[in-house]
């Protein structure tokens, strides 16, 4: 599963790396170092952190989320796989996005839970892109 950095973690939140820092200082969100005593927060739990804060807020003041050219990136918060379709999940933000898409489209990108990605909507079509 990957892991990112405070300022990674930041940007898929919708938030600065000074307010994702004080949640990590407060315990809200959990980090462990790395061989070098960075700062990272694991992919998983950063997926689960990403869809409470969605639903429950931060009672914090913080800029808007906004797409650019309708690209929301976030993290995949869940991947459903059936025989021939499958459903992906991003939590871009305060945005969850869910796709449609076939199985091998989801194997062949390796989605997973935890990963960084880039859901591009155009009309009522969603595509993901890897980071």
Known sequence: MP?????????????????????????????HRDENGRRLVDGGALAAFSVELAQGGTGEEEEPYTSARNAFPGIVTAVKLGDVAAQVEIQAGPHRLVSLLTREAVEELGLEVGMQATARVKSTNVHIDLV
Not at 4 to 30: C, E, F, H, K, M
């Open 3 to 31: 892991s990112y950095s405070i300022g990674q973690a930041a940007r898929l939140l919708g938030v600065s790396p000074d307010t994702a820092r004080r949640w990590a200082d407060g315990g809200r969100l959990s980090t």
